[in-house]
């Protein structure tokens, strides 16, 4: 197909996508929940699991396989730049003050999945269509820990946002302990993607230049960093240059998180952590999260979409493991994290509140799948199931959330109340 042809497609693809996320979203925010659930929703219901059920011929020619890289690229950066906006509002000072129970959740939110998944494995393995024949059962079992530990840390900072949590003790314990299980769970996946390729040596430099950056950006990028904030103005918007300068450090942060063999969203996450506080990580929400929720991020939604088909469900077989591996994920993430919390001296209510955030996966478990589905771990039936695992238990989230602090749902949509 020629490139002139594929940047039509690409315009009109995404002017479809915008439309149908904003609809469902807002319907999804109405009915109390966030609008990135309605997001995944809609990626889905734009994928052959139901635009391809009931007009196939449509949705192939709207979404034809030669255009899914420029979705890819797209999706790709708006996950990163999202990830950079999360982390300009992480505060260090809470998780200093809560440094016990953090870790007690994020030990409890990594150990747990991966017990689970150990025990299932052996009789998930045995059943055709969800791993690749060439996964071994070490490598399968390491991959589902990693799918079920992790955490929708996106979604986890925007639900926290949208309830006002933005900041607080509470907010910031769940945002560190969704960090860290992330963190460990890209680590274990840098292992089975190298066991799987053959280089070992891949994951030691994935884990050895993943700490050492991480080091570098706190203790000697936030000192290089604190001028920037000098040059903000109160009364106006940031200048071009400074943007752009942002921008940059941020390409060059991901780009160097990708390098090594972690993901391009720690190294946003790691830049926007590390800015200097105030007028500055302000205005470049105000700026850039518009952008980022409403045109960027649903391309990577309706990526992940058009890979997913429930009607792989439909087998008996394969219906009993979603059902198993739902289960585990629920135990896995929102008991442990609860009964972790609870050791930990948190009260009944926090606790309660931390188990029902730290079990949404959303975002980041639709990235993890995605890596391993083109990687050749999984095949597109286990895909499928942790694609539903991540609706379910996000879709679960705010209700449980609310109801345990005994808040209302926001009344009226926002722009910012997305991924």
């Known amino acids: 197909m020629p490139i002139t042809q594929l940047s039509v497609y690409f315009f009109l693809q995404v002017a479809v996508i915008i439309a149908v996320c904003q609809l469902v979203g807002r319907l999804a925010q109405r009915l109390g929940q966030p609008q990135v659930v309605g997001e995944m929703i809609a990626g889905v219901a734009l994928g052959p699991s139901l635009f391809g059920l009931f007009l196939p011929e449509m949705q192939r020619a709207l979404f034809p396989k030669e255009t899914l890289g420029m979705l890819y690229v797209g999706g790709q950066l708006g996950v990163g730049m999202y990830m950079f906006l999360v982390g300009t509002e992480f505060r260090s000072d809470h998780f200093k003050s809560r440094f016990r129970s953090a870790a007690s959740v994020s030990v409890a939110g990594i150990v747990v999945p991966f017990v689970l998944a150990f025990a299932l494995t052996p009789w998930l393995h045995e059943i055709p269509g969800l791993f690749s024949e060439r996964a071994k059962p070490l490598e399968a079992a390491l991959f589902l820990g990693a799918a079920i530990a992790i955490t929708a840390f996106p979604m986890l900072a925007r639900i926290i946002h949208e309830r006002g949590l933005a900041g607080t003790s509470l907010g910031t314990l769940a945002l560190t302990a969704g960090a860290v299980d992330d963190a460990a769970a890209w680590c274990i996946l840098a292992v089975v993607l190298a066991s799987f390729g053959g280089s070992w040596g891949g994951a030691y430099a994935a884990i050895g230049g ?118 585990a994920s629920f135990g896995g993430k929102g008991i442990a994290c609860w009964a972790a919390a609870r050791l930990a001296g948190e009260s009944p209510r926090d606790a309660m509140a931390i188990g029902s955030l730290m079990n949404a996966r959303g975002l980041m478990e639709l990235i993890i799948i995605n890596i391993g589905l083109q990687a050749g771990v999984i095949l597109p039936g286990l895909f499928s199931i942790l694609v539903l695992m991540a609706i379910v238990t996000t879709l679960l989230a705010t209700p449980l959330f609310n109801r345990v602090t005994r808040e209302r749902p926001p009344a009226a949509p926002r722009v910012e109340a997305s991924a």
């Open 210 to 327: 993943g700490v050492a950056y991480a080091l570098f950006m706190v203790f000697v990028g936030s000192r290089l960093l604190r001028r920037l904030g000098e040059h903000v103005r109160p009364d106006a918007p940031l200048s071009p240059s400074l943007l752009a300068l942002v921008l940059a450090l941020f390409c060059l942060s991901a780009f160097a998180m990708d390098a090594i063999g972690i993901h391009a969203v720690f190294g946003g996450f790691l830049l926007g952590a590390v800015l200097p506080r105030g007028l500055l990580t302000q205005k470049l929400r105000e700026q850039l999260q518009p952008f980022v929720v409403i045109f960027l991020l649903p391309m990577f939604f309706t990526y992940s979409g058009l890979n997913t088909r429930l009607a792989v469900l439909m087998d008996p077989a394969i219906l009993v493991g979603a059902i198993a591996i739902l289960a």
